[in-house]
Structures are given as C-alpha cells and as structure tokens.
Nanobody
C-alpha cells in the first residue's frame, strides 16, 4: 500500500526558503516516478518538478533555478528545496508517485500549504 505524507509547508516571506518533504511509504524509487505539484486557489493543479526512476529531473519554467527536487532511496523520501520564494508560489503542494510498471497506478499525498507573504 502506497502512502504519501507531505510536510514542511508554512508561511515564509518573499525571498525566503522552505524545504518540503514527502514520506513515500510503499514505494520503490526504481519503479516509480516521483513529483511535486501545486494548486493555487481558483487554479488547476500544475507540475512543479519531477524525479524519474532513472534519476532525471524536470522543472516547470516558473521554478527553474529556484527549486530543487531530490530523493533519498534508502529512506523513501522525496524533497523539494524552494529558494527565492515569490508570492505567486503560494499554493497547496502535493507529492505524487507514479508506478512505471504493470499495474500502473498514481498516488497523491494530502498536500501541504505554502504561503509566501510579507
């Protein structure tokens, strides 16, 4: 059973930093792609960053150079280091795990709120 639990959200001033964590119980990173998504009020959920089973990363243009996704296979953890935060980064951030072999499946965490405001 896959369970994803995010933590690390909070209130931060513009220009500040936060590190989000995702405890990914029941996953094996060699067969899962992991990702961070976010959803702001009144907007659709959007991709922030992904980490593939082959250890490749991909970022939304809006966060390139500011955010870094990483994984710890031994601890089944995925992180999102967020620097130089802007008010437009305010959203609920979700961790996603996508199984890459049969049977394919997608799992989501419950989300963690990030608010960037002075």
């Amino acid at each position: 059973q896959v369970q994803l639990v995010e933590s690390g959200g909070g209130l931060v001033q513009p220009g500040g930093s936060l590190r989000l964590s995702c405890a990914a119980a029941g996953t094996i990173f060699s067969i899962y792609n992991m990702g961070w998504y976010r959803q702001a009020p009144g907007k659709q959920r959007e991709l922030v960053a992904t980490l593939t089973s082959g250890n490749s990363t991909n970022y939304a243009d809006s966060v390139k150079g500011r955010f870094t996704i990483s994984g710890d296979n031994a601890r089944n953890m995925v992180y999102l280091q967020m620097n130089s935060l802007k008010p437009e980064d305010t959203a609920v951030y979700y961790c996603r795990a996508q199984r890459q072999i049969f049977p394919r499946a997608t799992y989501w965490g419950q989300g963690t709120q990030v608010t960037v405001s002075s």
